[in-house]
């Protein structure tokens, strides 16, 4: 085990739940700690269009794909079961960071400091957004203009309470103006792309499996950590 410093996400009441499982393998980021330039270089602002069924993705799930250089990336479709929403997610990931489960039979050995998570939602980019073009609090950090493809969008489109809130795990957060009678279309996109800065094995009580876990992370070329959480 190398003894590396890595800065870790937080432990906290997630969407996808409150503990981590025994025994499990986790990639994290700690998105929450970035500052606001670091954060517009991961979100993917217009969010780009996944077709789910030419990247064989399963409709949760990882799988790798080598760029041009040969570094391995992962593309991670998010859950609507535990994120209905594009920015419940967003919001969880910057109070909390990122902590994504990764299956049993990945190839760790593949990940380097070079590679990154693709992170997919199903309702990540507003489809009809020219009908946005009303929202007067519209705001966009790279200079999207209301009704332009933008993933700022999504403050305005996402579902909300009555008083223009939505509730997550993590705790409340704010929507911005409706556009009145229009509903909105989504597709799945790409909207954040992050480092995978290090993996987690979360401490098993059986020393045995935390050793047949650590056997199967030998070779990843990026820092492991093993933690109580
Ligand atoms: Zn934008």
Redesign the pocket.
Known sequence: MPATAVTRARVAPRGCGSARTQGDIYLEFALHLLDPAALMACLV??PIPFDQRLWGVPSIGVRTFPDLDGVTHLVDVVGQDAYPETLDFLTEALRLGISRKIPGDFAFDELTPQSTVRLIHARALVTNHAHFSVCPDFS?P?G?QAGEA???TLHHATPRDEDGTRTTPSGRYPLRSEAPGVTPQYTMANFLTVPVSHLVLVRHPDPAVNQRQLERLRHARIPVVLADA
Do not use: E
């Open positions: 602002d217009p966009c790279v999207h933008c993933f700022h």
